[in-house]
């Protein structure tokens, strides 16, 4: 499973810090990352990190997010600085995730956690 954390409620220009870690029957993990679901809008893709490190980021976020991960721990964060109301949203983490299930192994490209509330206040 994913489990997130690191969300909650900051004022406009503030920061948060989002981590997630994967757990159980791991075999690899290839390219992790988070979505946010704002209120009324689409799920967007905000930030990912390769499984060679390299970055990738929503234009809407560049500048003002970081995304990190940590292979051995299995983390990934994401340091979010300069909020705006704008960023407000469920946030969930992805990962391209192979691992056992009922002994089989099974690989999801698109693996999601339970999501984490980040609110902006103006």
């Known amino acids: 499973q994913l489990q997130a954390s690191g969300g909650g409620l900051v004022q406009a220009g503030g920061s948060l810090r989002l981590s997630c870690t994967a757990s159980g029957n791991i075999f690899d993990i290839g390219d992790m990352g988070w979505y946010r679901q704002a209120p009324g809008k689409q799920l967007e893709l905000v930030a990912i990190?390769?499984?060679?490190?390299?970055?990738e980021y929503a234009d809407s976020v560049k500048g003002r997010f970081s995304i990190s991960r940590d292979v051995n721990k299995r983390t990934v964060s994401l340091q979010m600085s300069s909020l705006k109301t704008e960023d407000t949203g469920v946030y969930y983490c992805?990962?391209?995730?192979?691992?056992?299930?009922?002994?089989?192994?099974?690989?999801?490209?698109?693996?999601r956690g339970q999501g984490t509330q980040v609110t902006v206040s103006s």
């Open positions: 992805t990962a391209d995730i192979s691992y056992s299930r009922d002994g089989r192994y099974t690989r999801e490209y698109d693996f």
């Open positions: 990190v390769k499984s060679n490190g390299r970055p």
